[in-house]
């Protein structure tokens, strides 16, 4: 039964996020920005929507380490397994510099995670203050950058401004609904399992918290917009680290936990180094990334069931 739940609950995150994604897209289309930049700021933001009602819903229900492991372990799917599947199915070409600087940003991002997990620093109303602030200048500063480029945002159909508030509002109230389900399913199978929540967190809730991210990605490959999936995935990790955890340090304070710590941080700092690495040198992310991380996926997996 908890496993029904546990899909029930997945289902409406899904649907959720893609009324938000139509919502966002329609709302951005009026700013006149850029493909990456609303993949970056309005996407990104749309689609982590589910890690934020999941990691609040777990703070507050004194369930902190499942907010951390599915962060850690989103950030992971959305750097191995959404980016990997978009690159595999069209590659992404023709890296620019502001690309470039946001992969910069995740880095620094997963080392401040992997200081406060040696220093056993904790999360707190301090660092969700500063988290916030940061994440709020880091996706203003995109947006001025991206309305200097050309817009090219090809839809079907184009939303009014009413309509698109309305489903991005409809959007996320079943997010968390879906996710409030989602969450206690996923927490009675880990003790029924006795599997540490952190683990769940890090693999189950993550991968399903990270649909969203992967449907945009596929989808936007196969509509060659892949521009859009790169900001999605980029931004996503940015507005999970800082604004996840830090909207979900104001409802309490918690640690990153220990059966999750070094190791799974130390390999999201990897992954996300080969992928600058492949911006920055390569200009292009295709095939051979897609591989590697697909690979890395499956590994990463059976590591943490291990």
């Known amino acids: 039964m908890n496993l029904i739940f546990l899909f029930i609950g997945l289902g409406l ?16 289309k009026k700013l006149k920005v850029s493909l990456f930049a609303i993949g970056v ?16 819903n777990a703070v507050v229900i004194n369930h902190a380490d499942l907010a951390v492991g599915a962060v850690i372990g989103s950030n992971i799917a959305n750097l191995i397994l959404v980016m990997a599947a978009t690159a595999f199915l069209i590659p992404i070409s023709n890296i620019n510099q502001n690309q470039i600087n946001q992969a910069w940003i995740n880095i620094g991002l997963t080392l401040i995670l992997i200081s406060m997990s040696y220093l056993i620093l904790p999360f707190n109303f301090i660092f ?37 508030i309305v489903l991005i509002f409809s959007g996320i109230a079943l997010l968390i609904y879906g996710s409030d ?11 029924q399992l006795s ?11 993550a991968f399903g918290t990270s649909l969203p991210e992967l449907v945009v ?6 509509r060659r917009k892949v521009d859009f999936a790169l900001g999605n995935v980029l931004g996503s990790n940015i507005y999970n680290v800082l604004g996840v955890l830090g909207v ?5 304070n918690f640690n990153v936990p220990t059966v999750i710590g070094s190791a799974d941080l130390l390999f999201m700092l990897f992954v996300t180094v080969m992928i600058l690495g492949f911006m920055f040198f390569l200009k292009r992310i ?18 943490i069931y291990s």
């Open 286 to 303: 295709g095939r051979t990334y897609g591989s590697i991380g697909l690979i890395l996926y499956v590994g990463y997996i059976f590591y």
């Open 41 to 56: 700021v309005i996407i990104a933001g749309g689609t982590s929507l589910p890690e934020l009602a999941s990691s609040i």
């Open 195 to 205: 599997i540490p929540e952190a683990v769940i967190g890090v693999s189950l809730v």
């Open 248 to 252: 979900s340090s104001f409802f309490g």
């Open 217 to 222: 990605g596929i989808l936007s490959a196969i």
């Open 128 to 164: 969700g203050t500063l988290s916030i602030g940061l994440l709020f200048f880091i996706m203003l500063t995109q947006i001025k950058q991206g309305s200097l480029n050309v817009y090219e945002v090809e839809e079907k159909r184009d939303y009014s401004l009413l309509i698109s």
């Open 13 to 28: 995150l899904v649907f959720g996020a893609e009324l938000i994604i139509r919502g966002s897209i329609s709302f951005g």
């Open 181 to 191: 389900i989602f969450v206690e399913s996923a927490i009675n199978i880990a003790n």
